[in-house]
């Protein structure tokens, strides 16, 4: 007598895998983000110090974001877990890339038509930072917590 009793898979990516993970990403980051700034600021690491010394706590706390969100997008699709984990970091970028581009296009006075003439007009204190020395910091942050998202 066969057993007939066999589930079977797809192959396909759970989006509401992917989805929660990276709810659980966005929620473990704001849990972790006040601990980083804690040890930081424990170590006594002034803001103009040293890129490394303030880039190493918050790749921590990257990475240990993305350990909890690509777990959970993991065990909710309950297949291909590696996938749906290494998939949540990829919808991350995907959101980043997103935002980005939204903000060029605000720059660019695409919006201006609804009142929005710069990013500043949609994220408050923009206009204080300094953009070059932002540039460097957000680029070299965003590759190396994007390679410790996808190592989580």
Same mark, same amino acid.
Request: no cysteine; hydrophobic share 60%.
């Given at each position: 007598? /066969? ?12 989006? !509401? ?25 424990? /170590? ?6 040293? =890129? ?8 921590? !706390?990257?990475?240990? $974001? +993305?350990?909890? !969100?690509? +777990? ?41 038509? $609804? ?12 206009? =204080?930072?300094?953009? =070059? $020395?932002? !540039? ?17």
């Amino acid at each position: 007598m /066969a057993n007939t009793n066999v589930v079977v898979r797809p192959a396909a990516t759970s989006w !509401g895998a992917v989805l929660g993970g990276w709810v659980a990403t966005i929620g473990a980051s704001v849990i972790f983000a006040p601990i980083v700034a804690g040890l930081v600021a424990a /170590a006594g690491v002034q803001a103009g110090a040293s =890129d490394l010394a303030l880039a190493v706590p918050v790749v921590l !706390g990257l990475l240990l $974001s +993305y350990l909890v !969100g690509g +777990y959970i997008a993991g065990r909710m699709a309950g297949y291909r877990t590696s996938w749906h984990g290494m998939m949540t970091a990829f919808f991350s970028l995907f959101i980043v890339l997103l935002v980005l581009l939204l903000g060029a296009a605000a720059d660019a006075g695409i919006f201006a038509g $609804s009142g929005i003439r710069s990013l500043a007009d949609v994220v408050p204190g923009v206009r =204080d930072l300094n953009i =070059d $020395s932002l !540039g460097n910091a957000v680029s070299f942050g965003a590759i190396l917590g994007f390679l410790a998202a996808i190592f989580g």
